[in-house]
């Protein structure tokens, strides 16, 4: 899990919002049109699509582009026709990277992927290769700070409410719940006015490398940065785990 939070932290901090904020938005619209292509425009009744919109208002995605992005998956609107595909490998020191793809090309962005993983010390493997080493989960990050409750009132209001693991990690509180039970605690933290870090339904591993070598800890977030660069590319997972410490060097 450690890796996890980690390069979800990474991406936070190293993420250029006003740079890259096209390239946000092209992504978030994406991921609403395949969402309401697969089961319908209606956000009450179709979970992907209810969490693809709120991912993109938290970033804020204009409206318009959010019900075109919705029309655009329901065939209301013309647009690109477009592929979800995963691609799995292996990045340095043998870390498992799991990538969401969503292309109107499969031809052109296989290649593309593999060039990547290649000229960053990883390989890009057969489908399954990795998958089965992470699990579908509801996430959540919560900063400690005075303004929450303690440890022990806090993992009881999360496990009441859903949550399956509960730990601390380096200064935050992590929580982990089934998919199903992923709104329900949000909008309990909500409710009590809990401000996280992160909450999102992802993959996260089941098990972590540690990555000990600050070379080797520097080509690994090299190699998930391309990829996170990449048009096509959605979500990049991995399941490394690099001392704080080592972190801390290489964000200086």
Known sequence: MAG???WANVKHRKARVDAQKGKVFTKLAREITV??????????????????????REANLPGENINRAIQKGLGEIEGVELEQVTYEGYGPGGIAVLID????????TAPEIRHIFSRRGGN????????WMFKRKG???????????????????????????FKEEDGNYVIITPPEDFENLKETFLEKKFEFTSAEVTMVPENTIQVNDPEEAAKVLRLLEALEEHDDVQNV??????PEEIMQSLET
């Open 101 to 108: 793809i969503l292309t109107d090309n499969r031809n052109r």
């Open 4 to 6: 996890h939070s980690k």
């Open 139 to 165: 996430y959540f990050t919560l900063e400690k700070q005075a303004s929450l409750p303690s440890e022990d009132d806090l993992m009881m209001l999360a496990l009441e409410n859903g949550a399956e693991d």
């Open 237 to 242: 997972y991995a399941n490394f785990d690099i």
């Open 124 to 131: 890009m493997g057969e489908s399954g290769c990795v998958s």
């Open 35 to 56: 969402a309401a292509r697969e089961s319908g425009g209606d956000i009450e009744l179709n979970f992907r699509l209810r969490l693809a919109v709120q991912k993109a």
